[in-house]
């Protein structure tokens, strides 16, 4: 390969991590703004969809505070596209067909995330659909960060299989049912979006008490795995992701029960929401450092799920 081809795949390389951390930041951002929605009471500040109002798609002439948060959240929807469509173009020039298909996922995902917005508004924040909303903001967050592991590191040819493997993907599992639970106990409690809007009629105390159970069981995978990384003998980079993820996720559940214990304060559970973003960007790059720990430049797999066998990092 020639110094020139190799500078130019650099800048590529550069192009597409950019890209990847755009997308990370861009969705973290709407996850609090739509937390920020919802916890001053703005869900319906435009009470319809796609217009804001029946007679415009801006609150021209019926401003209001809630109208102001909710249309800036809208507004970001236009942040996201240009992201997605710089993000996708990037991406094609690459000629890597698995980036492609990840940046195309991404861009798919801002559509359908603006339209469960619309049939939110539409249904006047019908709890089971405001937690949709939330759930593919967060799925999008673990898309661009395979995609940003994907930049660097394309998929290897054999992956290994195991225990340790095993456990990550049951820890993946495990917090995504954390991050379902913990949309169900908001749509449980008293922070509807709107003082007119319905509940979803669940025990607030009884699913706070599954979201806490879940969370011990999350934080006891989490250890576990990080034993099993270092005893297989897992590069380092493995090990630190293992290491952040615990770290955002004890740190969360600390949130978690300070907030619980002082009656859910707006900005404790703003930063709860936010730190849901994170647990999903933590989780995935745990879980795609432990399936693919180091490969070789061609690919192929050089370190396998067996304890005391270490890779090249």
Known sequence: MSARLRARLGRMDE?????????????????????????????????????????SFTPHGAYTIHSVIEFGNRLLTYVLVAIAVGTFVAAWQSGRRELRVLALVMALGIPAQAVIGGITVLTDLNPWVVSLHLLCSLAIIGVA?????????????????????????????AAWAVL?????????????GD?????????????????????FLFVGLTLGLLFAVVAGGYPAATRTAVVWLLVIEVAQGAIGFVQYFTDLPVVLVGFHMLGAALVSAAVTWALVRVREPAVSAAGSQILHDTPGRAGVS
């Open 145 to 173: 960060v395979l995609f940003l592991h994907r930049v660097g590191r394309p998929a290897p040819a054999v992956r290994p299989r195991g225990a340790v493997v095993g456990l990550a993907w049951t820890t993946f599992a």
């Open 15 to 55: 192009w597409l991590t950019g890209w990847a951390w755009a997308s990370i930041v861009a969705n973290c951002v709407l996850v609090v703004t739509g937390g920020v929605v919802r916890l001053t009471g703005s869900g319906l500040g435009c009470p319809t969809w796609p217009r804001c109002t029946e007679e």
């Open 195 to 215: 003082v007119n809007s319905d509940r979803n009629g669940l025990s607030p105390l009884q699913m706070s008490q599954l979201h806490a159970d879940l969370v």
């Open 180 to 192: 379902y639970v913990g949309t169900v106990v908001t749509g449980s409690g008293p922070h509807a």
